[in-house]
């Protein structure tokens, strides 16, 4: 059993910056990758970054150049720093770990980010 506990989401103006934690805790054999989604109101659940094991990184194009995904291994902890943020990214914003042995997902239970003037 893995849970995810995320922190970090709410209320921030245009142009904005927010910093999302996730932390990974219960039984791991070995994380494959750590990542963020985010579903808007009315879309699809869609990836935001991810970062791998060997610590390569995947980014949505949407949130490139605003977005880092970063990583504490010791921890279990992954990171989503959100900078010059844009309407368009109001979400609930999902961390996601696969486990490497057994090919298992693990879903956070979703923090609310709101961008709005």
């Known amino acids: 059993q893995v849970q995810l506990v995320e922190s970090g989401g709410g209320l921030v103006q245009p142009g904005g910056s927010l910093r999302l934690s996730c932390a990974a805790s219960g039984v791991i054999f070995s994380i494959n990758s750590m990542g963020w989604y985010r579903q808007p109101p009315g879309k699809e659940r869609e990836l935001v970054a991810r970062?791998?094991?060997?610590?390569?990184?995947i980014y949505a194009e949407s949130v490139k150049g605003r977005f880092t995904i970063s990583r504490d291994n010791a921890k279990n902890t992954v990171f989503l720093q959100m900078n010059s943020l844009k309407p368009d990214d109001a979400a609930i914003y999902y961390c996601h770990l696969v486990s490497d042995y057994t090919g298992n997902g693990y879903w956070g239970q979703g923090t609310q980010v709101t961008v709005s003037s």
């Open positions: 970062i791998s094991s060997g610590g390569g990184t």
